[in-house]
């Protein structure tokens, strides 16, 4: 079956400085890479988002970079804030059009 | 409609019962998606539904829950006898179409089951 895996499990970064989430996929026919981010006891929000034929995409201080080879995108943060303090997953749309999440990485922002 | 809607916010049952929640996608969305999650977890993906139509249903997913979207608009998720196994959040999203994948959660049904 697919696999998604993202790294790291939790990530603790200084404020103002950059995080970088790494999601690996098995599916080599996926082509929908989309990240949401997920705050304490609310709901997930999709914050970026990329298709596969463009290799990285940016919103602000949020990037997405894309290997097709590799099999694998990033999300990119940079001038970390307190409200960037959350869970982020990845999900990778597979081959029958479904969303396939990985476990969540925790983002802490140390003031 | 300020987006997706979902009721109870809450359920406590005790084992055994049954339990019936209410989704309310964005009006235009012609997807409607269930989810659940556990602490600590992503959401796991129960089902989904193209208007009226119950097009995926998950492997993981036991003949105790149903769900409905009987005009292509609110769904209902049902578990019947439910067990403590099934403590978590119930998520719901929704989409516009096939073709944009972009999901819009509603706030979940956080249900414990005693």
């Known amino acids: 079956g697919e696999n998604v895996e993202q790294h790291p499990s939790t990530l603790s970064v200084q404020e103002g400085d950059s995080a970088v989430i790494k999601c690996t996929y098995s599916?080599?026919?996926?082509?929908?890479f989309p990240w949401y981010k997920q705050e304490l006891g609310k709901r997930p929000q999709l914050i970026i988002d990329?298709?596969?034929n463009v290799g990285e995409k940016k919103d602000q201080r949020i990037a997405v970079t894309l290997n097709k080879t590799a099999k694998h995108f990033s999300l990119h943060i940079t001038e970390t804030q307190p409200e960037d303090s959350a869970v982020y997953f990845c999900?990778?749309?597979?081959?029958?059009?479904?969303?396939?999440w990985g476990a969540g990485t925790k983002l802490i922002i140390k003031p | 409609d300020t987006g997706v809607s979902q009721n109870p916010r809450h359920k406590i049952t005790k084992r055994g019962q049954n339990v019936t929640f209410r989704c309310d996608p964005i009006?235009?969305?012609?997807?409607l998606y269930w989810y659940r999650q556990t602490l600590g977890q992503g959401p796991e993906f129960l089902t989904y539904?193209?208007?009226?139509?119950?097009?995926?249903k998950s492997r993981l997913l036991s003949d105790r829950f149903s769900a409905e979207r009987p005009k292509g608009s609110f769904s209902t998720l049902e578990i019947q006898r439910t067990e403590q196994g099934d403590s978590a959040m119930y998520l719901c999203?929704?989409?516009?179409?096939?073709?944009?994948?972009?999901?819009?959660f509603g706030s979940g049904t956080q249900l414990s089951v005693l």
């Open positions: 999900a990778p749309r597979n081959s029958n059009y479904q969303l396939i």
């Open positions: 599916d080599s026919a996926s082509n929908y």
């Open positions: 999203a929704s989409s516009l179409s096939e073709a944009d994948e972009k999901l819009f």
């Open positions: 009006s235009e969305h012609n997807r």
């Open positions: 539904f193209q208007n009226e139509a119950q097009l995926e």
């Open positions: 990329i298709r596969s």
